[in-house]
């Protein structure tokens, strides 16, 4: 039975005393900001480590399984059997990793703490993130600007961002054309002096077009707010905050070995800005031609190629009229939802029903199944359990 969900006592003492310590993690951007929090409290303290992120509640089961005794295994996100980990339902996992550092003796970075919680759907300096953000602006780390939420500071990298949807999103010339109508210059796109003035007017036209797309939806308007007026990270890896997170949620899942170098600290920006670039437009191209359906509080989205739990959380925040999204691919599915509510439970119970591995995050959900099943099984069988 999976251990989601269940409190547990953090491992300090484990982890501690061990000569090595193996980390396997859930692949999304809270999970991943987690595994850099703990490897770099590990790292701090010299106890040798290995990262590695399983995107489902069985391959991670099978790698903790694999490790010997002599190596204590720390499972982010949930797992069957006996481990420990670090799996709250009730908060963002990366939450739980500050006080495990801090337990082991470090303070963790505030930013990557900031971008894990944002991946989480927690605003920096909100509930336990306020020491986080006071930190940070203490130590000069932080700045509020007008503008928007992406990881550089090219204006035109808003087409990959899985933050924003508009009618350019996915395609950058048509993002580099729809900006050209604020009236500056094309080289003034790829600029760190963009002013004040200039960031207001991109952040005003972005969320007129979000909020204005035709299939956009009422819960558009609190989403496009997330990525407005972004606190900026003068001295981080990425441009912004939320910037940050979109890269730890793209990476996770496409480029998992890039995204934990990026995580404990390596310098891995370039790589990780490529696979996310590549992410969001794979994502935002899969949503434009997906086929859609509404099935009693379940909005489904088919999709032909695609990152099916990004398409499903894109689709969440920005066109699904009910209160869950269910994105179908081949052999997989991604879930996602605004509610704040454990899926733990209702997916495990799906998993069983249809002899599928699964997994489960803050708002959001993956499942891998046989390729040959129905489409009308899956729609039935998630709608019937969430």
Same mark, same amino acid.
């Given at each position: 039975?999976?251990?989601?969900?269940?409190p547990?006592?953090?491992?300090t003492?484990?982890?501690?005393s061990?000569?090595?310590v193996?980390?396997?993690?859930?692949?999304d951007?809270?999970?991943?900001?987690a595994?850099?929090?703990?490897a770099?409290?590990l790292?701090?303290?010299?106890?040798?480590?290995?990262a590695?992120?399983?995107?489902?509640?069985?391959?991670?089961?099978?790698?903790?399984?694999?490790?010997?005794?002599?190596?204590?295994?720390?499972?982010?996100?949930?797992?069957?059997?006996?481990?420990? *980990?670090?799996?709250?339902?009730d908060?963002?996992?990366?939450?739980?990793?500050?006080?495990?550092?801090?337990e082991?003796?470090? @303070?963790?970075?505030?930013?990557?703490a900031l971008?894990?919680?944002?991946a989480a759907?927690?605003e920096? $300096?909100?509930? @336990?993130?306020? #020491?986080?953000?006071e930190?940070?602006r203490?130590r000069?780390?932080?700045?509020? *600007?007008?503008?928007?939420?992406?990881?550089?500071?090219?204006?035109?990298?808003l087409?990959?961002?899985?933050?924003? !949807?508009?009618?350019?999103s996915?395609?950058?010339?048509a993002?580099?054309?729809?900006l050209?109508?604020?009236?500056?210059?094309?080289e003034?796109?790829?600029?760190?002096?963009?002013?004040?003035?200039?960031?207001?007017?991109?952040?005003?036209l972005?969320?007129?077009?979000?909020?204005?797309?035709e299939?956009?939806t009422e819960?558009?308007?609190?989403?496009?707010?997330?990525?407005?007026?972004?606190?900026?990270?003068?001295?981080?890896?990425?441009?912004t905050? $939320?910037?940050y997170a979109?890269?730890?949620?793209?990476?996770?899942?496409?480029a998992?070995?890039t995204?934990?170098?990026?995580?404990?600290?390596?310098?891995?920006?370039?790589?990780?800005? @490529?696979?996310? *670039?590549? #992410?969001?437009?794979r994502?935002?191209?899969?949503?434009d031609?997906?086929?859609?359906?509404?099935?009693?509080?379940?909005?489904?989205?088919?999709?032909?190629?695609?990152?099916?739990e990004?398409?499903?959380?894109?689709?969440?925040?920005?066109?699904s009229p009910?209160p869950?999204?269910?994105?179908?691919?081949?052999?997989e599915?991604?879930?996602?939802?605004l509610?704040?509510?454990?899926?733990?439970?209702?997916l495990?119970?799906?998993? !069983?029903?249809?002899?599928?591995?699964?997994?489960?995050?803050?708002? !959001? $959900?993956?499942?891998?199944y046989?390729?040959e099943?129905?489409?009308?099984?899956?729609?039935?069988?998630? !709608?019937?359990?969430?």
């Open positions: 039975m999976s251990t989601t969900g269940r547990a006592a953090l491992p003492a484990a982890l501690e061990a000569g090595f193996r980390i396997v993690s859930r692949a951007g809270d999970a991943l900001a595994v850099g929090i703990v770099r409290a790292a701090e303290r010299e106890t040798p480590f290995q590695a992120v399983r995107p489902t509640v069985g391959s991670r089961t099978d790698r903790v399984a694999a490790a010997d005794d002599t190596t204590e295994t720390l499972a982010i996100g949930a797992i069957d059997g006996d481990a420990h *980990r670090l799996a709250p339902s908060r963002p996992t990366t939450l739980a990793a500050c006080d495990l550092s801090r082991l003796g470090v @303070e963790p970075d505030p930013v990557l971008a894990g919680a944002f759907g927690v920096p $300096g909100a509930g @336990e993130t306020e #020491h986080l953000l930190t940070a203490d000069g780390l932080l700045e509020r *600007r007008p503008g928007v939420a992406i990881p550089t500071d090219d204006v035109a990298d087409a990959y961002s899985t933050l924003c !949807r508009a009618p350019w996915g395609d950058s010339e993002t580099t054309e729809s050209a109508d604020l009236d500056f210059d094309s003034d796109l790829d600029s760190e002096d963009l002013d004040d003035e200039t960031w207001r007017r991109v952040g005003s972005v969320a007129l077009e979000a909020v204005g797309d299939p956009a819960s558009a308007a609190h989403a496009i707010g997330r990525v407005l007026n972004p606190h900026a990270t003068p001295e981080g890896p990425f441009a905050v $939320g910037g979109d890269v730890l949620e793209a990476t996770a899942l496409v998992p070995g995204g934990v170098a990026l995580a404990i600290g390596h310098d891995a920006s370039e790589s990780a800005l @490529e696979a996310w *670039r590549e #992410h969001g437009r994502a935002h191209d899969a949503l031609g997906a086929s859609t359906g509404r099935y009693d509080g379940l909005f489904v989205v088919g999709v032909d190629d695609g990152p099916v990004t398409v499903a959380s894109v689709a969440a925040r920005y066109r009910e869950f999204v269910l994105a179908i691919g081949e052999g599915a991604g879930i996602a939802t509610e704040a509510r454990s899926l733990g439970g209702p495990e119970a799906v998993s !069983r029903e249809l002899e599928a591995d699964y997994d489960v995050g803050r708002r !959001r $959900g993956y499942l891998q046989d390729p099943m129905d489409d009308s099984t899956i729609i039935a069988t998630v !709608r019937d359990r969430l």
